[in-house]
């Protein structure tokens, strides 16, 4: 694996169409549960993932033999009021999240739950005060052979 530039994402998502550009970029990203936290004092949510980088992929500039990359990424959410989970063992510290899909549902204004859709039917579902979240790379990125590749029809996709 080579390493390549420190420049990467700097997102952040106040509403549902900032959020769905967060979620493209989180798609088919990585996450260990060891790597997922929830603050209850502080109102915070937050995860370390492993993103896939399609911008790169899909960009049609990337040489036909060269290597796919992955870069570690902070995903963030504020003023979260709540958390609940589904299908996903917080004591298997091993258990990996596969990310489909990041949506916002409005309650009452501003308040809503974004749900954090994962592959075999995991969840995590965040009620928020407000929407305000934050996509971060925190390093260089790195190369991996494979592209992502699942039906399109699973749910949360």
Excluded at 28 to 36: K, Q
Excluded at 49 to 57: G, L, T
């Amino acid at each position: 694996m080579t390493a390549k530039d420190n420049s990467g994402l700097k997102l952040i998502a106040l509403d549902s169409e900032d959020l769905a550009v967060v979620s493209a970029h989180l798609q088919d990203a990585v996450i260990s549960v060891a790597e997922v936290a929830y603050l209850k004092t502080e109102r915070r949510f937050a995860a370390i993932a492993n993103r896939f980088d399609w911008n790169e992929a899909l960009a049609g500039t990337r040489p036909r033999r060269k290597p796919f990359t992955r870069r570690r990424a902070g995903l963030r959410f504020e003023k979260v009021l709540g958390a609940q989970l589904a299908n996903i063992d917080l004591s298997d510290k091993k258990q990996m999240l596969n990310v489909l899909a990041i949506r916002f549902e409005p309650t009452v204004a501003p308040e809503g739950h974004v749900t954090i859709s994962c592959a075999g039917g995991a969840a995590i579902r965040l009620h928020v005060e407000c929407l305000e979240a934050e996509l971060k790379d925190l390093g260089a990125a790195w190369a991996t052979k494979s592209k992502p590749d699942h039906p399109d029809d699973e749910p949360g996709a």
